[in-house]
């Protein structure tokens, strides 16, 4: 599945989890996302590229994570899977998620979903 697609569906999922979390019994600004090898890819997408708006992952794990997608340490069979097999520059630089974390990147990523008191997390 090419990008956005896998990143469109982790946000719906967190969206779904939080719009949800009361009737599931859940805590809306603990939500997360567990990903191993391209799934730690996406996990740390979902992490580092949040746009207002749209929920992202209060707390991720990434085991064995494919994170750079620039050569020579990126997984080319990842990033074929993700990007395909001639991607632009941009999307490659884009998605090098190691390049994404920044100073405020925990106090961005923990405000996502809003509490049950009306608070962000």
Not at 10 to 29: E, F, H, K, P
């Amino acid at each position: 599945m090419l990008h956005p697609a896998p990143l469109e569906d982790a946000q719906a999922a967190i969206r779904l989890v939080c719009a949800n979390a009361d009737t599931w019994g859940m805590r809306s600004y603990a939500s997360g996302i567990i990903g191993f090898s391209a799934g730690g890819h996406l996990a740390s997408t979902l992490s580092t590229h949040w746009v207002d708006g749209v929920e992202a992952a209060e707390l991720f794990g990434a085991h064995l994570p494919v994170i750079t997608m620039k050569d020579p340490l990126a997984h080319k069979g990842s990033r074929t899977a993700l990007l395909g097999s001639n991607p632009d520059p941009a999307l490659i630089e884009d998605l090098s998620n190691e390049t994404k974390v920044t100073a405020d990147h925990r106090r961005r990523s923990s405000s996502r979903c809003k509490r049950r008191d009306g608070g962000r997390g």
